[in-house]
């Protein structure tokens, strides 16, 4: 079995499991944990921010954020495929009472242009009682719906530049921030420098198990921590968890060129196949999204699963495979393989595969 439906599959490689298995631990709801406290404190050192707060999912550091920003009724802005808009479960209209105003961003990266528009100044014939202002603007890099797509540096800080004209401040979901700056050079830091809030994640790229944090300054992280008690997110002796990020956060994130250079080589794979539409210059990190014109998306990956290669329809006829430590360049060349046998069985034969 090959997995490529998400960086979110890796198991514990055994060094991370003895890095767990040794964690020194307390309880973390009386601030008591050594393990949680470390990571805590190293996860905001790279962020240059003040403090950190670890959680167990992506989605609670990103409603937590979003719940300590905001009050019920507000507005915010997100691009329409971001994934606290398209896939956290309706959390921020459920769990904070938000509406959401969708940013048509391009594989997930919209303009100040955009921010500008959605913000402008109440009228006296249109107060901000009757058509709420946004109160948050929020990013994602890397951009998961987007293919993995990077933010430039300078949109980020042009973006944040109309937010700040207009009060609002800045959320990051940097679920995949560590691939934005191993493709780019750019440190965590300067990445997190226009935000208010970042959240990131150790169990995606990274390798770890479980858990994400949340950082800001010690004020917000303060006010967070509230919330994530509320959502239930507060643990006890969490450093066991939190070890297998601080083994990952300390020894995988300059690996993660070698998952991009896998995906590079999947989309050059698939770029010679029939029956699939794919551009391999625009895969710039560890998730190719491709099309099928031959066949239904779902239909090709149920073939594709009974092969051995699992991979996630993300539309009528999009495909997405991401790659990450657990899977090879045997196995990327053995996907390719399947892949084309599969073109093959369909009647499309205009190949070339070397
Ligand atoms: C961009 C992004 N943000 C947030 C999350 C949520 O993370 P979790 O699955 O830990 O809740 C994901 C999950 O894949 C993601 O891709």
Redesign the pocket.
Known sequence: MIDLR?D?VTRPTPDMRRAMAEAPLGDDVYGEDPTVNALEQRTAELLGKQAALFM?????T?QVALRSHTEGGDAILTDIN???FR??SGAPGGISGLMIRPLMGRNGIFGAEDVAAAARRPHRFMPATVAPLPKLVCL?N???IGGGAIWPLESIRAVADVARAHDMPMHL?G??LWHACVATGIAEADYAAPFDSV?V?F??GLGAPVG?ALAGSAAFIARARRFRNMLAGAMRQAGVIAAGALYALEHHRARLAEDHAKARRLAAGLARLPGIAIDPEDVPTNIVRFRVTAMEAGDFAERCHAAGVFMLPGGPDVLRAVTHLDVSERDIDQAIGTFYRICLSCGLSRVCIN
């Open positions: 998400s979110t167990p999912s992506g989605t609670m990103n971001a994934h606290i896939l956290e994602e890397t951009h998961n979901d679920a995949r959240s994640c169990s995606k994400s």
